[in-house]
C-alpha cells in the first residue's frame, strides 16, 4: 500500500524509462500504473527501437525522437537480446545510458554477471554461500567424467533463464551414451561450454525470494513442476513460504551487486539449504499470488525515491 501523506513528502524522480522486448506483459503494465500513482512519467522502451547516435561533437540516445537522456532512470526488465549481435548492443547501450548520467537498474556489470552462470557461481563461493559442487569445462570428456563420477547430477546451461536447459542426467540410458548427451545439449543449449552441478535432492520444492536494496520483499515456495526445475515457467506451483532465508537471500543479492534480485534457494532432506542462482530481471507473478501487498507498488516506491 502506498500512502498518500507519505506521497506527498516523499521527493520523486519525474521520469523513468521501462526497458523491455514486452510492453504489454502484466510485469510492464503494473508498474506502470504504480509510477502513475507516484505521479513519474513512464515510457515504455522497446531495445531494437532505440537509436544511438554518435560524431566528434557528441553522442545521443533516441527513442521515437525522445532524447533518453533526459531520463531519471531506466529500470531493466528484460535485456530480450538471443542474437550476439543484439545483445552487445544492448550491453553497450546500457553502458552509454550510465555513461551520461541515467541510473541503470540493475547495473550493466550486474546484469552481465548475472546472465553468466558460472560468474554468477563464481562470486556466490567467494561470498562463502552453500552451492553444490560444480564443474564448469569446455570439455566433453572431463564432463562426460563427472557425470560418471556424481550420477545423478545436473546439466546446465552457461546462460539462459526460466529453468530454460537445465536437466536432470539420471537415466541409465543417458549414461551410457553420455558423450551424445553433452553434445546434443551443447547443440541446443550450452554453445560449447559445459556447467555440471552435484544433485541436490529437495523435499519437493525449492524458493524464491525476491530481494530489493538489501531487503526481502517477498518470498515464496515452488512446489512441482516439469522436470528438475521447479520455475513458475515450467508449471511450478506458488506456495506461502514460512522457512526464513534473509541471510542466504541477502547476501547473495550483495554478492553480485544487484539492487533488484530473484535469488534461487534449494533445501535437501536433511535441513541443508543451497543457493542456486541470482536473478538480475527477475518478474513476480508467483510471488504476487502469495503476497498480501502489491510488489509493482513497493518497487515503483523504493526505485521512484530519490
Same mark, same amino acid.
Given at each position: ?27 510492464? %503494465? ?9 505521479? !513519474? ?9 532505440? =537509436? @544511438? ?9 533516441? +527513442? ?10 531506466? /529500470? ?12 552487445? $548492443? @544492448? ?5 552509454? /545510458? ?6 541503470? %537498474?540493475?547495473? &550493466? ?22 552451492? #553444490?559442487? *560444480? ?15 556424481? /550420477?545423478?547430477?545436473?546439466?546446465? #546451461? ?20 553420455? +558423450? ?8 541446443? /543449449? ?9 544433485? &541436490? ?6 524458493? @524464491? ?6 531487503? !526481502? ?12 526445475? $521447479? ?16 541471510? =542466504? ?5 550483495? *554478492? &553480485?551487486?544487484? @539492487?533488484?534480485?530473484?535469488?534461487? %534457494?534449494? #533445501?535437501?532432506?536433511?535441513? $541443508? ?8 530481471? #527477475? ?11 502489491? %510488489? ?11
Amino acid at each position: 500500500m502506498i500512502l498518500l501523506g507519505d506521497n506527498l513528502t516523499t521527493q520523486r524522480i519525474s521520469k523513468i524509462g521501462l526497458f523491455t522486448s514486452d510492453p504489454w506483459s502484466r510485469r510492464a %503494465i503494473s508498474l506502470d500504473e504504480a509510477f502513475n500513482r507516484l505521479d !513519474v512519467e513512464v515510457f515504455h522502451i522497446l531495445p531494437w527501437k532505440v =537509436l @544511438r547516435w554518435g560524431s566528434t561533437e557528441k553522442h545521443e540516445i533516441t +527513442y521515437d525522437g525522445l532524447d533518453l537522456t533526459e531520463l531519471d532512470v531506466l /529500470f531493466i526488465l528484460d535485456l530480450g537480446a538471443n542474437d550476439i549481435g543484439a545483445f552487445f $548492443n @544492448r550491453v553497450g547501450l546500457l553502458s552509454a /545510458f550510465t555513461e551520461l548520467g541515467v541510473d541503470v %537498474i540493475n547495473s &550493466v556489470s550486474s546484469i552481465l554477471l548475472m546472465r553468466n552462470k558460472a560468474e554468477t557461481m563464481r562470486k556466490l563461493i567467494s561470498a562463502g554461500l552453500p552451492v #553444490p559442487k *560444480s564443474l564448469i569445462t569446455e570439455s566433453i570428456e572431463d564432463s562426460a567424467e563427472f557425470v560418471r563420477n556424481n /550420477f545423478p547430477c545436473v546439466l546446465k #546451461p552457461i546462460t539462459g533463464f526460466g529453468g530454460m536447459g537445465v536437466q536432470l542426467i539420471h537415466r541409465d540410458f543417458d549414461l551410457d551414451h553420455i +558423450y551424445d548427451y553433452l553434445k546434443f545439449h551443447s547443440q541446443l /543449449f550450452g554453445k560449447g561450454a559445459f556447467i555440471l552441478q552435484e544433485f &541436490v535432492e529437495s523435499p519437493g520444492y525449492d524458493i @524464491r525470494a525476491l530481494v530489493i536494496d538489501g531487503e !526481502v520483499v517477498s518470498s515464496m515456495k515452488r512446489v512441482g513442476g516439469e522436470g528438475i526445475t $521447479n520455475n513458475i515457467h515450467a508449471g511450478g506451483i506458488p506456495e506461502k513460504n514460512d522457512i526464513d532465508v534473509t541471510d =542466504l537471500a541477502v547476501r547473495a543479492a550483495e *554478492s &553480485v551487486k544487484g @539492487r533488484i534480485v530473484g535469488v534461487d %534457494i534449494i #533445501p535437501d532432506k536433511i535441513g $541443508n539449504f543451497w543457493v542456486l542462482e541470482a536473478n538480475a530481471t #527477475p518478474g513476480w507473478a508467483g510471488l504476487q499470488q502469495v503476497t498480501d501487498f502489491d %510488489i509493482s507498488n513497493r518497487i515503483a516506491d523504493i526505485i521512484s525515491r530519490k
